[in-house]
């Protein structure tokens, strides 16, 4: 009876050590998504930057051309 007891209770520390290792691996990989998360938004603010920059480029290039059309030959 005795040997039974303490292979259940072999068992149930292995099934402890076992959910405080998911339990760790859990808790990294939520990190690591928080991490991801706030890079993905930083290269979406930058991106939104570089197209309202190409926006200002166009802009800029039609009132360019329009000014140097009225220097032609």
Known sequence: ???AVSQINDSKNKI???I???????????AASEEVSASTE????SV????KSAE?????S????ISVSAFKL
Not at 20 to 30: K, M, W
Not at 48 to 51: E, F
Not at 62 to 65: D, H, I
């Open 56 to 60: 200002l480029l166009k802009d800029s």
């Open 48 to 51: 939104d930057k570089v197209a």
């Open 1 to 3: 009876m005795t040997v």
């Open 42 to 45: 930083v290269m979406y603010q």
């Open 16 to 18: 402890v050590m076992a």
């Open 20 to 30: 405080e290792n998911i339990s760790s691996v859990t808790e990294e990989t939520a």
């Open 62 to 65: 039609s009132t360019l051309e």
